[in-house]
């Protein structure tokens, strides 16, 4: 596995485009508040660390990824 948020080839592209609307902006919010909390240096409080059980956007972008490649490769 690798971080598809900072390795954005095409196959992830194609999977954020198909996402849908509520778990873009989720991703986006989460990106956003990072990138934010690293330029101050600081830390996200533990009451707003996401729970393992609540992890869905990776787990659904990987499944499209996935998806994708095998299409591709059934194409070729």
Request: hydrophobic fraction near 30%; avoid cysteine.
């Amino acid at each position: 596995m690798r971080d598809d948020t900072r390795y954005e080839d095409e196959d992830v592209k194609e999977a954020i485009r198909r996402l849908p609307e509520n778990l873009y902006n989720d991703r986006m919010f989460r990106i956003k508040r990072a990138l934010d909390l690293t330029m101050k240096h600081q830390i996200l409080p533990k009451e707003q660390w996401t729970k393992y059980e609540e992890k869905k956007t990776t787990s659904s972008l990987r499944g499209e990824m996935i998806l994708l490649k095998s299409l591709s490769k059934s194409l070729i």
